[in-house]
């Protein structure tokens, strides 16, 4: 006799859920989209970021250990971070599986998680892609401007001030931080986009990767990114 989810013996330790790894470069919207899909899936949306900042707040062993590479300004290392993965897998709201939201961020990473889920009967089931090309994240990242008196946003694509250079609120004079300035988002696009085309290229050659177009509007890439992710993750068992 099997479990509800058809796939080991009841009395055995339960399997590990779905694994679905979102990518997309910054600026390509995944953060958005993870939100959106881990509701509609069922799937615990799961950010490194936010493992680490719950398991130091908390003062878990694993988040003592990531806390002391922190203070020493140290990387913390991938075995930490995929523990606390597997510990998330664990639990109760992730029975279903979870969308992991920036890690892989290198095939070094991938490589490790593909071998840690493997020792616990599970693998990476798909791996969306959500695809922009750089010049339209340029555009997407540098096109923010902020006002000097209260810090109030605008931006050239979607959120225009109605007068050109000038705070719709207070009235004060926009101007464009260092960072956010194209020629400095760009540099840094490229840094990125370097380790993000060789973790795509792994999940290519390991079939678990499809490509969604990234340049459309946010429904239409939930409703994209759904229909390749639907049934993947329901045909393995």
Known sequence: ???AIGRVPI???????????????PGAGKGTQAQIL????????VATGDLFRAAVRDETPL??????????????????????????????DAQAGILLDGFP????????????????????????????PEADLVARLGGRWICRAQGHPYHEL???????????VDGSDLYQRTDDQPATVQARLRQQLGALDLVVDYYRKRAVLTVVDGRKDIGQVTV??????????GSRG
């Open 38 to 45: 881990s509701e509609r899936l069922g799937l615990a949306h």
């Open 158 to 168: 979607n959120k225009q001030p109605a007068q050109s250079g000038v705070c719709d």
């Open 224 to 233: 994209d990114l759904l229909a390749a992710i639907v049934p993947a993750i």
């Open 1 to 3: 006799m099997t479990s």
């Open 105 to 132: 961020r290198n095939t070094a990473q991938a490589e490790v998680l593909d071998k840690a889920l493997a020792e616990k009967g599970g693998q990476v089931d798909l791996a969306p892609y959500i695809e922009v």
């Open 11 to 25: 009395g055995r330790n339960p399997p590990i859920g779905r694994v679905v790894v979102l990518l997309g470069a």
């Open 63 to 92: 988040g003592l250990a990531a806390k002391g590479y922190m203070d020493r300004g140290e990387l913390v290392p991938d075995g930490v971070t995929i523990e606390m993965l597997l510990e998330r897998l664990a639990k109760p």
